[in-house]
């Protein structure tokens, strides 16, 4: 298995560029999540998909927009990129079955907007 | 809605020496914790959780955390570091470790830093 994965490793954009993050998980987890980690601010959720066909919105949605594509990929898009989301992004995915709890990270996207 | 906070940004200690990593939540319901660390240029690593039964936690690498119901706390701790436990760490809090629906929210990370 692969794991968690993400598209691209590393991103320069313009301000007003819009672009879409992509994650894709082969361990048939219901969950989805989208982070971003700035320098003291530690991870905040920007959206998270409970399963296939439904997205919620997290601590900070505002400037992005997702989609759960299929139970594998839930990707995370930029319409008009601005200097503020210069962040590090990282997908999850996790199970929850029979109280047990198995939670893996993607290796992260960090993007620059200059 | 549920929270978590670590209060220190950086923690430093001799190798050897014991550690914590201190962790504090709110919850309003049974609390679902756990502890995630990063190494530099590299995503999440899960350590350990807590969702019911023993108050000691034990982990990856060593580590253990304590679940403490009247402090609301759940701190890390390792009784002998070690450099390469270098790193930081988050602290999380899940709000119902029953339905897929529920949200992990992570606290701001404590930058662990052992010195030889």
């Known amino acids: 298995n692969a794991g968690v994965t993400q598209t691209p490793k590393f991103q320069v954009l313009k301000t007003g560029q819009s672009m879409t993050l992509q994650c894709a998980q082969d361990?048939?987890?219901?969950?989805m999540y989208w982070y971003r980690q700035d320098p003291g601010m530690g991870l905040r959720l920007i959206y998270y998909?409970?399963?296939?066909?439904?997205?919620d919105k997290g601590e900070v949605p505002n400037g992005y927009n997702v989609s759960r594509l299929n139970k594998r990929e839930f990707s995370l898009r930029l319409e008009s990129a601005a200097p503020s989301q210069t962040s590090v992004y990282f997908c999850?995915?996790?199970?929850?079955?029979?109280?047990?709890?198995?939670?893996?990270f993607g290796p992260g996207t960090r993007l620059l907007v200059l | 809605a549920q929270s978590v906070a670590q209060p220190e940004d950086q923690v430093n200690v001799a190798e050897g020496n014991p550690l914590t990593v201190k962790c504090t939540y709110s919850?309003?319901?049974?609390?679902?914790l756990f502890w995630y660390v990063q190494y530099p240029n590299r995503g999440l690593q899960f350590l350990l959780k807590?969702?019911?039964?023993?108050?000691l936690v034990k982990g990856s690498y060593g580590f253990e955390a304590e679940f403490n119901k009247s402090q609301t706390s759940f701190h890390l701790k390792k009784p002998s570091a070690l450099v390469s436990d270098s790193a930081l760490y988050f602290c999380?809090?899940?709000?119902?470790?029953?339905?897929?629906?529920?949200?992990?929210?992570f606290g701001s990370g404590t930058r662990l830093s052992i010195r030889p």
């Open positions: 807590y969702i019911t039964g023993d108050n």
């Open positions: 999380a809090v899940r709000d119902s470790i029953y339905s897929s629906a529920s949200k992990i929210i």
């Open positions: 999850a995915s996790s199970e929850i079955q029979e109280r047990r709890e198995t939670q893996y």
């Open positions: 919850v309003s319901g049974n609390p679902y």
């Open positions: 361990m048939n987890h219901n969950s």
């Open positions: 998909s409970a399963s296939e066909g439904t997205t």
